[in-house]
């Protein structure tokens, strides 16, 4: 809370400048927060060396009561990663190409002026997040949406910028297409402890939403409420028509006996490759790894919308 009671309340806001959008984000929060009677918005630009840790911890320590993400799930993630654990909520601004979270939370995307009415006098949810620790190289890292070893990762790292802006979504389904033929590594899944797989998978994704590019449902069951992390193993079958087999396997839930997607839940998964593939998070390829330990955080975020 602000050192001084009467002082109005203060939002601040953390933009991405990469995000070009076709509204003047300034006025916006101006004329929101006057009509919500609170003081000038603090305003952060994030940076390539700082996509948004730095600027949230400043809005920390000048007093935000609300801060608000304006940018993609890169930003998102670097702001979260500051609020998680914390009472001062996030709220959300979704620039970004995938806008994920956003999407997750059945907001219009669309609606830049209710994104905003939102965050300074909306309802608060409390949300999981996930956090992942790498042993190679040794990083802690928070998700909120879902995170993926192998295919799904190597499609982020594939995805033409060029063809982002043009398309959007629909760039990462050309490096989808591109990327289909590729080697299985074998993977060890431990799920709270006990061993869950242990043979050449194409992809691993552990989930907090179900919802990923394109409206896709990756993970049925998932509620980003629910306490549990929710596992899809991918797997395709040998040969042209195996991934078909994926593709069926999704559309069924993974219920049948087929092993080419398999579903897993918990509250700690690890990974172990047998050598480095490529990983990602919320969308971004954060490099290679052969080592994951991802645990959930029930409720850690606040989320005004």
């Not at 590594?185 to 590019?213: E, L, P, Y």
């Not at 559309?251 to 490529?278: C, M, P, S, W």
Request: charged letters at 25%; one cysteine or more; a negative charge.
């Amino acid at each position: 809370m602000t050192a001084n009671s009467t002082a109005p309340q203060r939002a601040a806001i953390i933009i991405n400048p990469a995000k070009t959008v076709d509204i003047d984000v300034r006025e916006l929060a101006a004329k929101h927060s006057a009509e919500n009677g609170w003081g000038e918005t603090l305003w952060f630009e994030t940076t390539k060396e700082d996509p948004g840790v730095g600027q949230a911890k400043e809005a920390l320590a000048q007093g935000a009561d609300i801060v608000i993400a304006g940018g993609g799930d890169g930003t998102v993630r670097c702001v979260a990663e500051v609020l998680s654990g914390g009472d001062i909520p996030m709220g959300l601004l979704p620039l970004g190409t995938g806008n994920l979270l956003a999407r997750n939370l059945g907001m219009d995307i669309t609606d830049y002026d209710g994104a905003m009415a939102g965050a300074f006098a909306g309802t608060e949810r409390k949300i999981d997040v996930v956090r992942a620790r790498r042993s190679d190289p040794e990083k802690e890292q928070l998700f909120l949406v879902m995170a993926g070893v192998g295919y799904d990762a190597t499609i982020m790292a594939d995805t033409d910028e060029e063809l982002k802006h043009k398309v959007g979504w629909l760039a990462y389904v050309d490096a989808g297409i591109r990327n289909l033929p590729g080697k299985p590594v074998k993977a060890t899944i431990v799920i709270d402890g006990q061993q869950a797989v242990r043979r050449g998978v194409r992809s691993v994704m552990v989930g907090n939403c179900g919802k990923v590019q394109g409206g896709l449902e990756i993970f049925p069951e998932a509620k980003m409420d629910d306490g549990l992390l929710d596992v899809a193993v991918l797997a395709p079958h040998h040969g042209r028509l195996g991934w078909l087999s994926v593709v069926a396997g999704m559309i069924g839930k993974g219920r049948g006996k087929d092993t080419a997607v398999e579903y897993f839940q918990g509250k700690t998964v690890e990974i172990t490759l047998e050598h480095n593939d490529d990983y990602q998070l919320d969308g971004d390829h954060e490099g290679q790894g052969r080592h994951v330990l991802m645990s959930l955080d029930p409720g850690a975020l606040t989320i005004r919308m």
